[in-house]
């Protein structure tokens, strides 16, 4: 099977799916992989441009038929704060250090990592283990733009200010 467009969720009818892929969120941000159905059957993605897939999109092949997108749990950490003010100097430092992050309502998921999860309790948050499907923040420049302008590609792995 080739899939070769995306189907955003609720623009076709699950009915119409013959399969299932579960995805953890970096298998769903793609242009071309070779994904295993719940049925055991392979699909080839094939798209002209990377795309950011979502829990419940469909992959319509390429012979008709389509396979539905669903998100994989994953191992994350829910945040809790003891107010909103709280809640937001944590969302600042995780944003500092450039993590995946995602928004709740009075609650902040991301993946687990002990050391983020020492600082959040440092910083008076509270820390739970969850498994999950995981769908963060596509940040400010999803579009395709680069991230900071040209010239300034360097590694998001680290923790620093841009204060100046």
Same mark, same amino acid.
């Given at each position: 099977?080739?899939?070769t467009g995306v189907l955003p969720a609720g623009t076709w009818n699950a009915a119409e799916a013959v399969d299932t892929v579960r995805l953890d969120h970096d298998a769903r941000h793609r242009r071309r992989i070779l994904l295993r159905t719940e049925g055991g059957q392979e699909v %080839? %993605?094939? %798209? /002209? @441009? *990377? $795309?950011? %897939?979502a829990e419940g999109d469909g992959l319509a092949l390429a012979g008709g038929g389509v $396979? @539905? $997108? &669903? &998100? @994989?749990p994953e191992q994350l950490t829910e945040i809790h704060a003891h107010d909103a003010d709280a809640l937001v100097r944590i969302a600042w430092h995780l944003g500092n250090r +450039? /993590? *995946?992050v995602q928004f709740c309502g009075d609650r902040i998921l991301i993946r @687990?990592? +002990?050391v983020i999860e020492e600082m959040v309790t440092l910083l008076g948050g509270h820390v739970l283990p969850v498994v999950a499907p995981f769908d963060p923040e596509s940040g400010a420049y999803a579009g395709g733009h680069p991230p900071h302008g040209p010239g300034h590609d360097h590694d998001h792995d680290h923790d620093h200010d841009h204060d100046g």
């Amino acid at each position: 099977m080739r899939a070769t467009g995306v189907l955003p969720a609720g623009t076709w009818n699950a009915a119409e799916a013959v399969d299932t892929v579960r995805l953890d969120h970096d298998a769903r941000h793609r242009r071309r992989i070779l994904l295993r159905t719940e049925g055991g059957q392979e699909v %080839l %993605l094939d %798209l /002209l @441009r *990377p $795309v950011r %897939l979502a829990e419940g999109d469909g992959l319509a092949l390429a012979g008709g038929g389509v $396979v @539905r $997108v &669903a &998100a @994989r749990p994953e191992q994350l950490t829910e945040i809790h704060a003891h107010d909103a003010d709280a809640l937001v100097r944590i969302a600042w430092h995780l944003g500092n250090r +450039h /993590l *995946p992050v995602q928004f709740c309502g009075d609650r902040i998921l991301i993946r @687990r990592d +002990h050391v983020i999860e020492e600082m959040v309790t440092l910083l008076g948050g509270h820390v739970l283990p969850v498994v999950a499907p995981f769908d963060p923040e596509s940040g400010a420049y999803a579009g395709g733009h680069p991230p900071h302008g040209p010239g300034h590609d360097h590694d998001h792995d680290h923790d620093h200010d841009h204060d100046g």
